[in-house]
């Protein structure tokens, strides 16, 4: 296992972070107490940690049990939770991204979660009702209060995002370091606007969703049931060629030597930006599995293949800039032959074309 830093911080976090809605099984699914504590030690062996779970998973179950697992070695995970999503049925203010629901969702996981922090939480969707500046006023009191390190923002749109961490800087708050969002090989609609204001904002991505609910793993193809919810995991865009796409990664694992989860895995790890893959699992085989994408590299065929395959119209106006007349307008006749070396904001060639 390599680190990553955590956006534009110095919090060293691993490539994969595991994925905590597995955790837990009142929902009818997932991995009860003991099955989740081998997952939880099997990924820290692997030298994983950064452990992504919500207030809502498993009615907080995912907490509770974390909470439990974690006692006396706290400090050698990055834990993370998040706020937002509905926790007490008939409350009218039980759920949403505002100060009332922050300060009660986060007391009551720090109970859960057992420790008097969590190292990042994370906004887990956008509340329209409450203003961007009410949000990130009241979590920069908590990181000041000491009972949060981190903030990101999770399922926002990218206009928001930039909105959001723009009034931060300005006003001298805490802004987001990382961006969590849907992105696998079936859903590409974040390079539209999302992945770039993410590497705009230098914010660590984290991807949920990696293998679009294990349609990418191609267990479907062979029969096998799974928890597979099309309104929530793996929508995606109509124009999509799923069955191409599933092809495509099944061949090229078996070329490999590799199984589909790792190769779908590797092509995540591959794009632009700090990507992190969100990986859950409910049996210790599965983690195996995907955590052995991190030794996986694919070569220049296999990613073309993968990405033609998978492409997405960008829509307006990036369709429309990159068209070359419009391109050689706006840049000038010798526009190939510049080269944006800026950290903060690097734009190669072949993206705009």
Not at 33 to 41: C, F, M, N, T, Y
Not at 133 to 139: C, H, K, P
Not at 220 to 241: K, Q
Not at 295 to 306: F, H, K, P, Y
Request: charged share 25%; aromatic share 8%.
């Amino acid at each position: 296992m390599h680190y990553t830093l955590f956006g534009r911080t110095g919090l060293r976090v691993s490539e994969l972070s595991l994925g905590a809605m597995t955790i837990g099984d009142a929902w009818g699914w997932g991995a009860a107490k003991e099955a989740s504590g081998r997952i939880l030690d099997a990924y820290a062996d692997a030298g994983g940690n950064f452990i992504d779970t919500a207030n809502n998973y498993s009615d907080g179950g995912s907490e509770s049990i974390l909470g439990e697992l974690l006692t006396g070695r706290r400090e050698s995970f990055v834990l993370a939770t998040k706020y937002t999503c509905a926790t007490r049925p008939g409350d009218v203010n039980g759920a949403g991204n505002h100060r009332k629901n922050l300060v009660h969702s986060v007391e009551a996981s720090l109970g859960r979660l057992r420790t008097d922090h969590v190292d990042v939480l994370w906004v887990h969707a956008r509340d329209n009702f409450t203003p961007v500046e009410e949000v990130m006023r009241a979590l920069d009191d908590l990181v000041r209060a000491g009972k949060v390190l981190y903030i990101g923002v999770s399922d926002w749109p990218a206009w928001e995002i930039a909105q959001a961490n723009t009034l931060a800087e300005l006003r001298g708050w805490t802004s987001f370091a990382g961006s969590q969002l849907r992105y696998n090989l079936l859903e590409r609609t974040p390079e539209r606007e999302l992945l770039p204001q993410a590497r705009a904002f230098d914010l660590a991505v984290l991807a949920w969703a990696p293998l679009a609910a294990g349609k990418l793993t191609g267990k479907y193809r062979r029969g096998e049931s799974g928890r597979l919810d099309t309104g929530l995991w793996d929508r995606r865009p109509e124009h999509n060629n799923e069955d191409e796409i599933i092809t495509a990664v099944l061949e090229i694992a078996e070329q490999g030597g590799w199984s589909p989860a790792q190769v779908a895995l590797a092509w995540l790890r591959g794009r632009p930006g700090n990507i992190i893959p969100i990986i859950g699992a409910t049996k210790e085989s599965q983690l195996a599995d995907n955590l052995a994408s991190v030794g996986v590299e694919l070569d220049a065929d296999a990613v073309e293949r993968l990405d033609a395959a998978s492409a997405v119209p960008l829509g307006f106006p990036h369709d429309f800039l990159r068209e070359p007349g419009i391109t050689q307008t706006v840049y000038g006749d010798r526009w190939s032959a510049i080269e944006d070396r800026r950290s903060t904001y690097r734009r190669t060639t072949s993206e705009i074309r």
